[in-house]
Each structure stands twice: as structure tokens, then as C-alpha cells.
């Protein structure tokens, strides 16, 4: 039996955020979850895939945000409760379905889960999910601990259910990823996954007419979904001074950490909001009322701020109201217990002494890297030995996209999943240069076959490079629809990438092992010689498994690892294994009496042989 299906004892388990959710989701009764991965919200799937079928509980990786939302709508229109989950730039992919689903709403518990992820720590924007919510007109949850993330997912069904609309439980990294005691209830007994649908299309099939009568239902549930927030113990009070916080989510840690260090325990009243859309105006009125000044501390951008002010400007409260400004709670990145003491200090006139930076011994430095043996390394080198600096790289969302790092260089224009391709062929409109596009194979699925559909209808003139390894590699090896190897041993995938660029109308296609250094160089010269004749979009797919994966599925050991021959090593090194690949299991030292040499770390090395293919003077090694 898994962990997180264990029955409740009177100690607590110990669980990071995600697991919390998974934990109350359970308990819940969901019987359908849906996702595609997204740090930091990956581990919530990855629980789910673990123990699914032994829990009766339906669980996918959908192929993007947007799929999952709408199946996990499907079934809760069926009376099953589901959840979804997703990092905050996926609530972008899903936005279309979820701000629709908002107005058809739901007939079970529908929770959607959306980690945001301040510091962009993972992601290539800050963004704030709140907006979503309050732009949907949704109810949203924010918990601040493992502990507050388990109950509220409780909670969230509860709320969906009663109001008959999705709810969002919205985390931040720090939530997701921290670990604390939880204090596991029981689990609901094992349902069927089935439903029943009730045909009523004049309610569900959004066409305007049903669109503008839904909007009316929408507003009117919002009103009472207000009614609710009013009265929900999420929000809550601590304190009796005359100093007012109002705060929610991890912030309210923050908080507490400063209020204990500046020692003003007794002077400040703190209103810990866990339910923050719809905004509980009475609870903020009631709390302003007994305070002489309020700070609002918050991550990323002021809505919570927004909403005190109006409810100040409303009640017409003549109180000083402060939050995001200069000196003050910070809108860019995470927060801190140092960020925020700092703010009430400043904004409070409590006395505050900068404290001295304790020099901490230095960490080794581990820039961000592609791994050893990593096919996409093998990519990227045949292509710019063959393509060259001229060519422009657009490149996606991935671990290859480390690719934009010395020595590759290999990414030169990226904003967001898919945009690899579509970029390219406007890129291919208005320059005289080769574009060579980059996307892996998870992120083909997930947004790249549109931009594909749409190059080929509009002759756009590019190169598409699929980088398959086989898995979806950056979020921890999750499957996708063309996987070939599993934990379980190979399968037949069952979606084959190369008959679907072909199906999508590309002619001119071609499948390379990448670390075979010479074979791909000579086809991705008969490709760029087709190019200048023929134009059109051409795809190079470099086929090459996940080499962690591959270990970790076929326990494969090494058997070969590749040094420095001997003869290399008389005389001073060139050093272009380094300078043009740029594995980290190369090691330059510096000889006895001047010069440098590369090495090999045996440890490090993965055996990939192409170091080897470049450099007469790299010879394998059996281990």
C-alpha cells in the first residue's frame, strides 16, 4: 500500500504540500485526476500515477493544461468529483475551458489546483493566479503549510459542490515544497469511477444566447459565494494590538517569523486570510475598524492590497494602509522573514537593526547544465557544426533549454510552450537567414502540433528539430503519448511522432540517432541542401532515450566510459571537446610546469561516445 493511502493514526505523517493535497483530495472521494506536469506542482500527479488503480481512482497525463481541465470538467458534469492540477503559466494554456467552465459550472466537487511559483525559480515569468480567480469569479482557497494544504483540499470539493462550480486552491512554491506534520484523517470508501450525464444542452452547450443566461447565474452565485467567504473559519484573526497585518498563504509564515524577531507580539493584530475570492469585505471592515494602521503582506502583486483599500475607501475607514512601495513589501520575487520585518519595521517605526551577513562558507558552484550523455547535447553540436552561427535558433520550454548556455549557444528566442515553432515560421517571413527551431517531444504534444499544422498550411521555411528522449525529462520522467520506455520495460508507443509530422503534411522528414556524430551531420546536410531547393518545412527527429531514464527503467550499467589517451596528453591540449561540447564530465587541471589538459571524470562520464567521435585523442575505457 502506498503511504498516502495509509490509515489514520494519532501521530502524523510527514508530507510535503503536494502530498498534503493528494492526501485531502483522497479523502475527498476524487475519483478522476488529470495533469500535465509543471514544477512545482509535479509531485501531485506523480502521487496520484503511483497508486491510482489501487485506490479506484482514474489518472492521466494529459497531452496539456487545457485537455486536463476539460476532462476533469467531463467527469464532474457526471457527478464524479476530479481534480486537475497545473503550475500558473498552464492556467494560461487551460484559460480558455476555465473561464467557461466557470459560467456552465459543475454538477460534482471539481478542484483545480495552480502553483505559482514567485522567483521563477522553474518558470519564465512571475505571474499571480488571483487575478484568475477573481476575473472567473471562482472561489479560491490559499494554504500556507502541508497542514492548511491538506484541509483545505478537503474543503475546496466541500465548497465546489456546494456552490456548483470549480474550485481553485491556489499554492506557491514554498507550499508545494516544503514538508510538515499533517494530521491524516479517513478515507472514503472506494467509488466506481461512473457517472451519469443528463442531457440539457440549453444549460451546457455554450452557444451566446446560453451564454449571456449563464452569466446571470454566474454573477448571482458569486453574491453567494461571497455570503460563504464572510463566514469561513479560513479566515481568522490573531492578536489584540493596535498594529494591523493582514496577510494569506505563505506570507502568514513570513509574518509570524517577523512579529516574533521584532518582538511586537503584544502591538500587532494580524487577519489571516485562507479564503481570499471572493474577498471577505466584512471580515477586512470588522478588522480595520479595531486597528490604528494596517500593512498588507503579500507575494507578487497587491490584490489583497486592492481589496483593503477598497473596503477603507467604502466603509469610508480614514485609517493609513500600506503594502507594496518602495521600503516596503517588495512586488518582485519571493518573500522572506527579513523582507517582511524589514516592511514593519519601516512602515510601524519599530526600531530595527539591519542584522550582520554571516559569511557561510561558499557552496561549490553547479551552473545549470545539460547531464553527461545527454542526447540533446550530441543535437545541438551536429546542428551548428552544419547550420552554423548565421542560422537563428528559436527553442522551447524543456531541459533543453539549457541549450542557451556557453558553450552551445543553441536558443535564441523563447517565451512559451510551442513557441519554438510558430516563432520559427515567422522568423522564416521576414529574414534572409536559416531558422532552425528546437522542441522535445513532451512540449510537440503539448502545444507543437498546431504551430506544425500551421507552418505546412503557410509554407513557412525552417527546420523543426524534435528532440525525443522519450520522456517528459525536466518535471521527473512522466510519460506522454509517445513514450517508448517505461519502468514497466519498452512498449510500443502509441502515438508515433514521426507518422504524425507526416500526417500534419511535412515532406521532407528524417530520424537520426544524435549520438551518432557523422550520420546526423550528413542528413542534416542533405536536409538543408532540400531546403534551399524545395523550401517548406523540413523535421529532423533526434531520437535518443532519456539517459537517466534509461537507467533508471532497464537498469542499464555502464560498461564503457571514455579518458584522455596517453598520446593526447604530451602535448598542450586543444581543449575543443570542451570548448564545442561542454559535458560536465570534462576536468581541465593545469600541468606541472604550465599548460592545461582535459581530463575525464570516470564517474561522471555516461559512455555516450561523443567525445570520441570529435577527438582522435579520447579512446573508450572498459569499467
Same mark, same amino acid.
Given at each position: ?73 467531463? *467527469? ?195 487577519? =489571516? ?85 554571516? *559569511? ?19 543535437? @545541438? ?18 531541459? @533543453? ?7 552551445? =549557444?543553441? *536558443? ?11 516563432? *520559427? ?130 537498469? =542499464? ?67
Amino acid at each position: 500500500m502506498h503511504e498516502l493511502l495509509a490509515a489514520a493514526t494519532d501521530k502524523p505523517q510527514f508530507l510535503l504540500g503536494n502530498e498534503a493535497i493528494v492526501r485531502g483530495a483522497v479523502e475527498a472521494g476524487v475519483r478522476v485526476v488529470a495533469a500535465y506536469p509543471g514544477t512545482p506542482s509535479s509531485e501531485i500527479i506523480d502521487r496520484f500515477f503511483q497508486f491510482g488503480s489501487e485506490a479506484g481512482i482514474y489518472v492521466e497525463y494529459s497531452t496539456n493544461e487545457k485537455v486536463s481541465m476539460e476532462v476533469a470538467c467531463a *467527469a464532474a458534469i457526471s457527478g464524479v468529483r476530479s481534480l486537475c492540477a497545473m503550475k500558473h503559466v498552464g492556467l494560461n494554456v487551460a484559460a480558455d475551458a476555465f473561464m467557461t467552465l466557470a459560467g456552465v459550472g459543475v454538477k460534482a466537487g471539481m478542484v483545480i489546483v495552480v502553483a505559482d511559483d514567485p522567483f521563477l525559480h522553474s518558470s519564465q515569468n512571475e505571474q499571480d493566479t488571483r487575478y484568475y480567480a477573481k476575473m472567473a469569479g471562482v472561489p479560491m482557497l490559499e494554504p500556507a503549510t502541508p497542514e492548511e494544504a491538506y484541509r483545505m483540499s478537503i474543503e475546496a470539493f466541500q465548497i465546489s459542490e456546494r456552490f456548483g462550480v470549480p474550485c481553485l486552491l491556489r499554492t506557491s512554491t514554498r507550499v508545494n515544497h516544503c514538508r510538515g506534520p499533517v494530521r491524516v484523517g479517513t478515507i472514503a470508501d472506494t467509488m466506481a469511477v461512473r457517472g451519469v450525464f443528463n442531457k440539457d444542452p440549453f444549460n451546457l452547450v455554450v452557444i451566446p444566447a446560453v451564454g449571456r443566461k449563464l452569466r446571470l447565474v454566474q454573477l448571482e452565485r458569486i453574491g453567494k459565494i461571497k455570503e460563504h467567504a464572510e463566514k469561513s473559519p479560513l479566515n481568522f484573526t490573531v492578536g489584540n494590538g493596535g498594529l494591523g497585518i493582514i496577510t494569506s498563504g505563505i506570507s502568514w509564515l513570513h509574518v509570524q517569523d517577523a512579529v516574533r524577531s521584532l518582538g511586537i507580539g503584544d502591538k500587532v493584530k494580524i487577519l =489571516k486570510l485562507g479564503f481570499t475570492n471572493p474577498s471577505p469585505k466584512a471580515v477586512i471592515r470588522e478588522f480595520l475598524s479595531g486597528v490604528e494602521k494596517a500593512l498588507v503582506v503579500e507575494e507578487i502583486e497587491p490584490v489583497l492590497e486592492e481589496a483593503v483599500r477598497l473596503v477603507a475607501q467604502e466603509s469610508k475607514i480614514n485609517i493609513e494602509i500600506a503594502g507594496k512601495g518602495p521600503g516596503l513589501v517588495p512586488r518582485e520575487f519571493e518573500l522572506d522573514a527579513a523582507k517582511v520585518k524589514r516592511a514593519m519595521a519601516t512602515f510601524f517605526g519599530v526600531p530595527f537593526e539591519q542584522p550582520e551577513a554571516y *559569511a557561510a562558507p561558499g557552496l561549490p558552484q553547479r551552473p545549470p547544465t545539460l547531464c553527461p550523455g545527454c542526447p540533446h547535447r550530441a543535437t @545541438y553540436y551536429s546542428v551548428k557544426q552544419v547550420f552554423g552561427e548565421e542560422a537563428v535558433y528559436p527553442s522551447d520550454i524543456g531541459c @533543453y533549454t539549457l541549450g542557451v548556455l556557453p558553450p552551445l =549557444k543553441m *536558443a535564441d528566442f523563447l517565451i512559451c510552450m510551442g513557441s519554438g515553432v510558430s516563432t *520559427a515560421g515567422g522568423f522564416s517571413k521576414v529574414l534572409d537567414r536559416p531558422v532552425v527551431a528546437f522542441i522535445g517531444d513532451s512540449t510537440f504534444f503539448h502545444a507543437g502540433i498546431t504551430g506544425l499544422v500551421n507552418a505546412v498550411a503557410h509554407d513557412h521555411r525552417f527546420l523543426l528539430v524534435i528532440l525525443d528522449n522519450g520522456t517528459t525529462a525536466m518535471t521527473g520522467h512522466q510519460p506522454h503519448p509517445g513514450v517508448e520506455l517505461t519502468l514497466a520495460g519498452k512498449v510500443e508507443p502509441k502515438v508515433s511522432i514521426e507518422k504524425l509530422v507526416r500526417g500534419c503534411g511535412v515532406k521532407n522528414v528524417a530520424v537520426v540517432n544524435p549520438l551518432q556524430v557523422k550520420k546526423t551531420q550528413a542528413v542534416l546536410r542533405d536536409i538543408k541542401a532540400r531546403m534551399n531547393e524545395t523550401g517548406g518545412v523540413s523535421v529532423l527527429i533526434a531520437k535518443s532515450p532519456c539517459p537517466l531514464f534509461e537507467m533508471r527503467a532497464l537498469k =542499464k550499467k555502464k560498461k564503457i566510459v571514455f579518458e584522455v589517451a596517453e598520446s593526447a596528453e604530451s602535448g598542450e591540449s586543444c581543449k575543443r571537446c570542451v570548448v564545442e561540447l561542454g559535458c560536465p564530465a570534462f576536468a581541465v587541471t593545469v600541468r606541472e610546469g604550465g599548460g592545461e589538459i582535459v581530463g575525464i571524470d570516470e564517474a561522471l562520464c555516461n559512455g555516450c561516445s561523443v567525445c570520441s567521435q570529435i577527438c582522435d585523442g579520447i579512446k573508450p575505457k572498459r569499467v
